[in-house]
């Protein structure tokens, strides 16, 4: 039951996104993903491995991956996320750098 809230919270966010203008290789968006991690108190080692983490997002929601394998992925790569924390992660993730690739 768990998984099926965090990925219906990944779902509303990604589909309550607003597509913005990014620029192509993203770093402008580094600073307000970076922020938003913080503002919900997310907490990460290093700025640079999380914004890689994050672009690893949008290759996986690229590559046809569902929004359960793209959570799994994240918590299997990050121990420490709880299957919440992951969907969280991913869904931030996705309006900072791939918000062009989000389903509505």
Avoid: H, W
């Amino acid at each position: 039951m768990k998984e099926i809230v965090a990925i219906a919270g990944l779902a509303l966010a990604i589909a309550g996104a607003t597509p913005a203008q990014a620029d192509p290789d993203g770093a402008d968006d580094d600073p307000a993903f970076i922020a938003s991690l913080k503002q919900s108190g997310m907490t990460f080692a290093s700025e640079g491995q999380a914004i890689a983490a994050a672009r690893a997002v949008c290759g996986l929601i690229s590559n046809g991956e569902s929004g359960l394998q793209v959570v799994r992925e994240v918590q299997s790569d990050n121990a420490a996320l709880t299957l919440d924390g992951a969907a969280q992660f991913a869904a931030i993730a996705a309006n900072a750098y791939c918000p062009g690739q989000l389903k509505n």
